[in-house]
């Protein structure tokens, strides 16, 4: 009787476990369903790619957590290859913020596509990497072959190497916005580097924890970064959402101002076009001089103005608040 309710409980944990993977899955079907991030997905396909591996692994964990399929060794083989696959993506798409050339693109892709070669073969039909899965108390974990190092050097490998990718396209970006691209990009990613670290310290010290219970949700977050930064306008929208960004401070300049003048069309009270465009070219105005420093040169030459507007504009500014 208690190894009934032992069994029963052990089941309901587990279904339980799939819920990450089920919203992960739930997301992903929400990003294909939005027709901007469609066309961004079709024109991206190394993008694509980690979302189709993404999905898959979240397939594959909601159908073992779930109890749908009793030999879970027919599932572990799969999910440890499309494990390796989208490390492969995520170094590749590391490799192409760094804005290669083609040859050069080509050249990587082609390595990276050559190692994959060598592994999955090890993975899928031998026994080298991977033997079998074995039940636990609440999950199904992997029994290791021999070789299982191999699958733990080249996924460490492509997170490190795609890290210091990332980092590297940083320190290389030519203006201020790419550069928050590829730190947010960064910062993105984090999650899954610390949860894959600490799981690794937890088995190693004994404790009985599956990565893939945290992976879904952690590498959702670098997709969603990834994609809907992929042009400026993309990447502006999104840094308004951070709180306490100079982006977002900006974007709320304006729009307070806008909609102070706004609010004036819809009651009896006249307005002037001129005061409320000047307005808006005051904030303008004001937040090129803090990209560039204060230089009304640079920020003359940003806002295709000549430097004398500027101050024009400055000074009409100051006389009007003086008033």
């Not at 190692?115 to 999950?139: E, H, K, M, Q, W």
């Not at 102070?260 to 009270?269: G, K």
Request: hydrophobic residues 50%.
């Amino acid at each position: 009787m208690f190894q009934m309710e032992s069994n029963q409980l052990t089941t309901e944990f587990n279904v339980i476990l799939a819920i990450p993977s089920l919203i992960t899955l739930a997301i992903i079907f929400c990003l294909l369903s939005i027709k901007r991030s469609r066309a961004l997905l079709w024109e991206n396909f190394l993008i694509s790619g980690l979302i189709v591996a993404l999905a898959s692994m979240n397939l594959l964990e909601v159908i073992t957590f779930g109890n749908l399929i009793g030999n879970f060794s027919l599932l572990i083989k799969p999910y440890y290859a499309i494990a390796i696959i989208s490390c492969s993506f995520f170094l590749c798409l590391s490799w192409r913020l760094n804005s290669p050339s083609e040859s050069t693109q080509r050249t990587f892709y082609l390595v990276v596509i050559l190692a994959n070669l060598v592994v999955l073969p090890l993975i899928l039909f031998t026994d080298a990497i991977i033997t079998g899965a074995v039940r636990t108390s609440y999950t199904v974990s992997r029994v290791p072959g021999d070789q299982y190092w191999i699958f733990q050097i080249y996924s460490l490998v492509c997170i490190l190497v795609g890290m210091i990718l990332i980092w590297r396209s940083y320190a290389r970006a030519n203006n201020p916005l790419d550069k928050k691209r590829h730190i947010v990009i960064f910062y993105s990613f984090l999650p899954i580097v610390i949860t894959g670290i600490s799981v690794l310290i937890l088995m190693q010290l004994g404790f009985d924890i599956n990565f893939s219970i945290f992976l879904p949700l952690s590498t959702l977050l670098f997709v969603i970064v990834y994609l809907f930064t992929e042009n400026r306008s993309d990447l502006f929208k999104f840094l308004v959402n951070i709180p306490y960004s100079e982006e977002r401070a900006a974007y709320k300049e304006v729009n307070d101002r806008l909609i102070e003048y706004l609010a004036r069309t819809q009651t009896d009270e006249k307005i002037s076009l001129k005061e409320a465009m000047g307005s808006i070219e005051k904030a303008f105005i004001a937040r090129a001089l803090e990209l560039k420093g204060g230089d009304h040169n640079l920020a003359a030459e940003m806002l295709s103005i000549s430097m004398s507007t500027i101050y024009r504009k400055e000074d009409k500014s100051a006389a009007n608040d003086a008033k």
